[in-house]
């Protein structure tokens, strides 16, 4: 079956744009989280989805970062006044509830010159 | 979070098994031990995961000590497909406030020469 699927893949952004990353989940998961990760790093904790809403987003970095997930399957991450600090992969996961494994995307990297 | 601690690469021959070391000395009672790994340019993929017994599925087997304190993941045929970052992680069981969010850490870099 699908998969959980990111667009883009690839985003170049001027320093100062805001961007919006696209996340597909599995059709009938509960649970959407988003990660960031850095070169070289593992993925650091965004922030966290129950259907449409938002009750973790204690891993956000700035109030630059804002995440939705309106009707309770696709979500998107809006990042405002992007800076070269942004520069990253934005990882989508998903899975059915808390307890069980997560589902990851392929991620989009960001890339902000 | 509970911490893990992982060696930061290893090397296997293909067709050899491999056991990837985790150490996880301040673990609770209801922390379950996940693996994740990450192949190149992809997102991580779930492994295998377990609480106290040792658990084997098609792609692995999870070696638990008796105190909890470490574990091992077992590939028990290394292929060069298998090469990738291993990351152990510490999971909250069902109805803690973390809502199962992965803390990754460093992971193992794993080598698979042919």
């Known amino acids: 079956g699908a998969g959980v699927s990111q667009s883009p893949r690839y985003k170049v952004a001027k320093r100062g744009q805001d961007v919006a990353l696209r996340c597909d989940p599995i059709?009938?998961?509960?649970?959407l989280f988003w990660y960031q990760q850095a070169l070289g790093q593992g993925p650091e904790f965004l922030t966290y989805f129950q259907n449409e809403a938002q009750l973790d987003k204690s891993g956000l970095p700035s109030d630059r970062f804002f995440a939705e997930r309106p009707e309770g399957s696709v979500s998107t991450l809006k990042i405002q006044r992007t800076q070269q600090e942004d520069s990253a992969v934005y990882l989508c996961?998903?899975?059915?509830?808390?307890?069980?494994?997560?589902?990851f995307g392929p991620g989009t990297r960001l890339t902000v010159t | 979070d509970a911490k893990t601690t992982q060696p930061n690469s290893m090397e296997s021959n293909e067709e050899e098994p491999v056991h990837l070391p985790c150490n996880h000395s301040?673990?609770?009672?209801?922390?379950?031990i996940h693996w994740y790994r990450q192949l190149p340019s992809q997102g991580p993929e779930y492994v295998i995961h377990?609480?106290?017994s040792n658990v084997n599925n098609r792609m692995a087997s999870l070696a638990i000590a008796e105190d909890r304190k470490s574990s091992t993941l077992i590939l028990h045929r290394a292929t060069l497909r298998d090469a990738a970052v291993y990351y152990c992680i510490l999971r909250e069981g069902a109805g803690g406030t973390s809502y199962g969010k992965l803390t990754f850490g460093q992971g193992t870099i794993l080598t698979v020469h042919p």
């Open positions: 301040t673990i609770s009672g209801t922390d379950y």
């Open positions: 996961a998903s899975s059915f509830s808390t307890s069980y494994e997560q589902y």
């Open positions: 059709s009938g998961h509960v649970s």
């Open positions: 377990g609480l106290t």
